[in-house]
């Protein structure tokens, strides 16, 4: 079965970063899109960040572009969001997802992970 463990979340200042991951299992890490998503209380879930294998495309919300960074592991089976400058606004649930699309910019990815939550302070 595949499965993804998404942790790193916590409560931080505005300011302050991040790091999430998202441990992949039962899934090889070649020919991939691996994306990650948020959704805060009462909002639709919206994409981030996505990285795909196959190009080498990189994708971001406007919203964190130059704050968020998508980087890749594959020794370690592990996908990384560094989010630096938060803001109160980054305040959600961050989801990871992965599979074999060649175009990573959707939301319609066959394996997602269980969460993590953020918690932006003011």
């Known amino acids: 079965d595949v499965q993804l463990q998404a942790s790193g979340g916590g409560l931080v200042q505005t300011g302050g970063s991040l790091k999430l991951s998202c441990v992949v299992s039962g899934f090889t890490l070649d020919d991939y899109s691996v994306g990650w998503f948020r959704q805060a209380p009462g909002k639709e879930r919206e994409g981030v960040s996505c990285?795909?294998?196959?190009?080498?495309?990189?994708y971001s919300a406007e919203s964190v572009k130059g704050r968020f960074t998508i980087t890749t592991d594959n020794a370690k089976s592990t996908v990384y969001l560094q989010m630096n400058s938060l803001k109160p606004e980054d305040t959600a649930i961050y989801y990871c997802a992965i599979d074999r699309r060649l175009y990573c910019w959707t939301q319609h990815y066959d394996y997602w992970g269980q969460g993590t939550q953020v918690t932006v302070s003011s």
């Open positions: 990285f795909s294998s196959h190009d080498g495309s990189r």
